[in-house]
């Protein structure tokens, strides 16, 4: 672990200065739950819908390259995109919850396992509540940086299944509440 520590430090330290040799896109669909509460439905039958701060349905794009300097052909690191939502629905009122993210990844090849280790940001972060009625609000929360755990096996080809823990709080009108979360993802290379 220590190893992996040092090359993910060493590699983003010269990421600015060293010639990048490409390996490829790679797209990956995900859902995540986890964090705290930030907005529940109660339906007329009792039942309810609830919105978590690290819930959610997203889609990252990526590319990633070889470790530069580095020269070991089992690190490789990422830098993604992505978007995020996770909603509750009636028929007369919606709540969503949606963010921008971004990812830089370093990994760790072993066989057909991969092992990442990163840092990821969510922007935009914006909570909408939507009535029928014609109320409508809006809330922005503040960007928020985290770290994210990564571990994956290649299937078939080029596609791979996985599975990532993130640790991250939110900050919204000074109040801090978490939006950890862990999930599964399925994605694809394009190599």
Known sequence: MKSVIRNFLLTTAVLVSAPLAANGPELRFGLDIGGAEIGRLEFIDGSSSSIDSGSGVYVEAGYQFQTPLLHRENLSTELSVGYKTD?????????????????????????????????????????????????????????????????????????????????????????????????IFMGYAFK
């Open 87 to 183: 909603g509750a629905y009636a028929s007369n009122l919606s709540v969503d919850f949606s963010r921008f993210t971004t990812s830089l990844t370093q990994y760790v090849y072993r066989g057909r396992a991969r092992f990442g280790l990163g840092f990821t940001g969510h922007f935009r972060n914006k909570l909408s509540i939507e009535s029928n009625n014609g109320g409508n609000f809006e809330d922005m929360i503040n960007n928020s940086y985290g770290v994210a755990l990564l571990a994956d096996m290649k299937l078939r080809s080029d596609w791979r299944i996985g599975m990532r823990l993130v640790s991250m709080d939110y900050t919204n009108y000074g109040e801090k509440f978490s939006a950890n979360s862990a999930g």
